[in-house]
């Protein structure tokens, strides 16, 4: 095996598939909430939704957990799904849709590289909604890597998005 192998520069992570305790919970959250559209259902054990009409961006299905305990916290496993929103209006329009709801918000960062908003979905999987800065604003070390950081999000300045036309 040789580490010089790249993976292609077009290689895109295409969907992810959660575990979920409760189906209709679930598509509460990620349809009615989030706002994805539900394109499929595998029976009642499994739903596929997507943005945009693709065939899924999440598959959730109760195949080993129907009725099952969250996953615990201190243990191996997925930290979070991240959804990349298109413009930073996007961003600004689900965080008052989170407020609007009264769901619970876990965080808010600015790292540099994007913005973010963190939450859990109803079975405790961490979910990540941002927006990439434009790459030209990105800072890079000295040696080439890219500068991240967690600094807190301003959220005042994310919400005067939804005053711009």
């Known amino acids: 095996m ?6 292609p520069d077009q290689t895109k992570i295409g969907h992810v598939h959660l575990k979920v305790s409760n189906l209709e919970r679930a598509i509460a959250f990620y349809r009615d909430l989030l706002g994805f559209e ?13 943005a945009g009409g693709y065939h899924h961006h999440l598959g959730l299905n109760t195949w080993h957990s129907l009725g099952g305990p969250p996953a ?14 298109p413009t930073r209006r996007d961003l600004a329009e689900i965080y008052m849709r989170l407020l609007d709801a009264d769901y619970p918000i876990t965080g808010a960062s600015d790292h540099g590289v994007s913005e973010a908003i963190y939450l ?17 604003e990105w800072k890079y070390r000295s040696d080439g890597s890219i500068e991240m950081v ?16």
């Open 2 to 7: 040789s580490i010089n192998y790249k993976i």
């Open 38 to 50: 539900l394109t499929t259902m595998y029976g009642s054990q499994a739903a596929f939704l997507s």
């Open 72 to 85: 615990p916290v201190r243990s191996a496993g997925l930290y979070h799904t991240a959804i990349l929103y």
């Open 120 to 136: 859990s979905d109803p079975d405790g999987n961490g979910v990540e909604l941002y927006r990439d800065r434009p790459k030209e």
């Open 150 to 165: 967690t600094l807190p999000l301003d959220i005042d300045d994310l919400l005067q998005e939804l005053n711009k036309f």
